[in-house]
């Protein structure tokens, strides 16, 4: 167990020699602080930027995925419903043949959000893991059909299985599948107006999905991505408009590399920490 320590504090360590992004996050760590304190405080100490003038967005949280259809998904793909009770840290370790214990992370979000693209750069960039071959399933345009997937080796004994989502709807079951046995999420949100209808879709679903107990409990960072461009949505608008309020928020560009490096060791700690229940 001492080498696992030792490991997540060479992953702590690395975060700030190898990061070399401005800090964007604070908002984020403010917001967990906040909502593991006194969560009322939350939303009205948030002091809301309203979103840019003339901006279309999705006015009301109303359901856009179908709770039906996607509960029956979920039993499809085996997910199991467990209520917060039965969710123990450190009671979910399977071993391979080889003595592993395999760690699943999976990017969530809509289609375009930038999760392959994210992967990509992450399976290019991340130095201090040993990394598999990437797998992509996509079509000709580049659109993730099944899943991307590649295995990180933290050490001999712990693998990060880390695969992406096809994020367009009609892929809703090879999404939902995926989800089985996840350790750790990724919520790959688009900053794009026209998109927020999409992002509210998706993580609709997720909670449909994974059932709320599960999700309250999961190791899960959000990803606000595509801040290069110039219409990208506020920050804290998005974040109360996706209810995810509490929760380690980072704004990244994915094509740039930009927040993606300190968002994904975050999640690999927090899931690590979670599985083997240190
Ligand atoms: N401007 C900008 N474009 C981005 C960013 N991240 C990704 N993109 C672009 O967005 C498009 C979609 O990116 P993908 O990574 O394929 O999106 P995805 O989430 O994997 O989409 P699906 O596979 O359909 O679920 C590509 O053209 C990327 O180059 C970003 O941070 N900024
Ligand atoms: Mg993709």
Same mark, same amino acid.
């Given at each position: 167990m001492?080498?696992i320590?030792?490991?997540?504090?060479?992953?702590r360590?690395t975060? !700030?020699?190898?990061?070399?992004? !401005?800090?964007?996050?604070?908002?984020?760590?403010?917001?967990r602080?906040a909502?593991?304190?006194?969560?009322s405080?939350?939303?009205?100490?948030?002091?809301?930027?309203?979103?840019?003038n003339?901006?279309l967005?999705?006015?009301?949280?109303g359901?856009l995925?179908?709770r039906?259809?996607t509960t029956?998904?979920?039993?499809r793909?085996?997910?199991?419903?467990?209520?917060?009770?039965?969710?123990?840290p450190?009671k979910?370790i399977?071993?391979d043949?080889?003595?592993?214990?395999?760690?699943k992370?999976?990017f969530?979000g809509?289609?375009l959000?930038?999760?392959t693209?994210?992967?990509?750069?992450l399976?290019?960039n991340?130095?201090s893991?040993?990394?598999?071959?990437?797998?992509?399933?996509?079509?000709? +345009?580049?659109?993730?059909t099944?899943f991307d997937?590649?295995?990180?080796?933290?050490?001999?004994?712990?693998?990060?299985?880390v695969?992406?989502?096809?994020?367009?709807?009609?892929?809703?079951?090879?999404?939902?599948t995926?989800?089985?046995d996840v350790?750790?999420l990724?919520?790959?949100?688009?900053?794009?107006?026209?998109q927020?209808n999409?992002n +509210?879709?998706?993580?609709? !679903?997720?909670?449909?999905?994974l059932?709320?107990d599960?999700?309250s409990?999961?190791?899960?960072v959000?990803?606000?991505?595509?801040?290069?461009?110039p219409n990208?949505l506020?920050?804290?608008?998005m974040v109360?408009?996706?209810d995810?309020e509490?929760l380690?928020v980072?704004p990244t560009?994915?094509?740039?590399?930009?927040?993606?490096l300190?968002?994904?060791?975050?999640?690999?700690?927090?899931?690590?920490?979670?599985k083997?229940?240190?």
């Amino acid at each position: 167990m001492s080498r696992i320590k030792r490991w997540i504090s060479r992953l702590r360590g690395t975060s !700030e020699e190898e990061n070399e992004i !401005e800090s964007t996050e604070t908002s984020s760590e403010e917001h967990r602080k906040a909502k593991t304190t006194d969560s009322s405080k939350t939303v009205s100490s948030m002091n809301l930027t309203p979103p840019p003038n003339g901006t279309l967005i999705a006015s009301e949280k109303g359901m856009l995925i179908d709770r039906e259809v996607t509960t029956e998904l979920a039993q499809r793909a085996q997910i199991t419903r467990q209520r917060v009770e039965e969710i123990v840290p450190g009671k979910a370790i399977k071993r391979d043949k080889q003595g592993r214990v395999h760690i699943k992370i999976v990017f969530y979000g809509p289609s375009l959000s930038g999760k392959t693209t994210a992967l990509r750069w992450l399976f290019a960039n991340v130095r201090s893991l040993s990394k598999g071959k990437i797998v992509e399933i996509a079509d000709e +345009l580049g659109r993730t059909t099944f899943f991307d997937f590649v295995p990180i080796a933290a050490n001999e004994k712990i693998v990060f299985d880390v695969f992406t989502v096809a994020g367009q709807r009609r892929h809703a079951q090879s999404r939902i599948t995926v989800l089985r046995d996840v350790d750790g999420l990724i919520f790959m949100a688009d900053s794009q107006p026209e998109q927020m209808n999409e992002n +509210l879709a998706s993580i609709q !679903e997720l909670r449909i999905a994974l059932g709320t107990d599960r999700l309250s409990t999961m190791p899960i960072v959000v990803s606000l991505n595509k801040r290069d461009l110039p219409n990208a949505l506020p920050i804290d608008y998005m974040v109360r408009m996706l209810d995810l309020e509490g929760l380690p928020v980072f704004p990244t560009i994915a094509t740039e590399g930009k927040n993606l490096l300190r968002m994904f060791q975050r999640v690999l700690r927090d899931a690590l920490i979670f599985k083997i229940g240190i």
